[in-house]
């Protein structure tokens, strides 16, 4: 009764994990598209200010670089923004119009911690009344029996194995 009863926890614990899946992918999806925005408009003026002086944004970079150290520091960070701009707009490209069990295959493109932050931030779950949100629950419900059932197996290993131990066979002592 008690196994039951802890299977239906863990289920239900993965469902209900599993579920915020569509929701929370679809949250990180907008803020995705609106860092490429402001970082696309951020990158349209710095190209602009480098072309006012006929400069590449290369060119830009190296001269911005040679200016102290004020200038070198403001060079790297925009190479680390011209850098975060290309990752997030080939994830936001590779993503786009997707659907949630399309995106569930790139949910590894899910890497930016800054935004990901931000959605969890603001997260609030819900019970997935969506079609995908209740397959997403009905895998999560799955794979936390899976889960459940994997775990009590490991504890019980030990137990099982020394069940299978073969016992010493009492032979009788030959008289000489």
Known sequence: ????????????????????????????????????DELSRFM?????????????????????????????ARAESMVETIERH??????????QGLGPFSRARYAARFT????????????KPALPVTFEGIVFAAIGFLGGLALLSGL???????LILFRRTPKPIDTPELET
């Open 152 to 158: 009590i197996y490991l504890l019980r290993l030990p």
């Open 44 to 72: 349209d003026d710095f190209d602009a200010d480098a072309g006012r002086f006929e400069l590449s944004r290369e060119a830009a970079l190296v001269d911005l670089a040679q200016g102290g150290q004020m200038g070198a």
């Open 86 to 95: 290309a990752r997030l707009s080939s994830d936001l490209e590779q993503m």
């Open 1 to 36: 009764m008690f196994a039951r009863a802890l299977a239906v926890v863990a289920g239900l614990s993965g469902a209900a994990g599993v579920s915020q899946f569509p929701e929370y992918s679809q949250q990180y999806m907008q803020r995705l598209g609106g860092a490429v």
């Open 112 to 123: 930016d911690g800054e935004l990901a932050g931000r959605v969890w931030e603001n997260y």
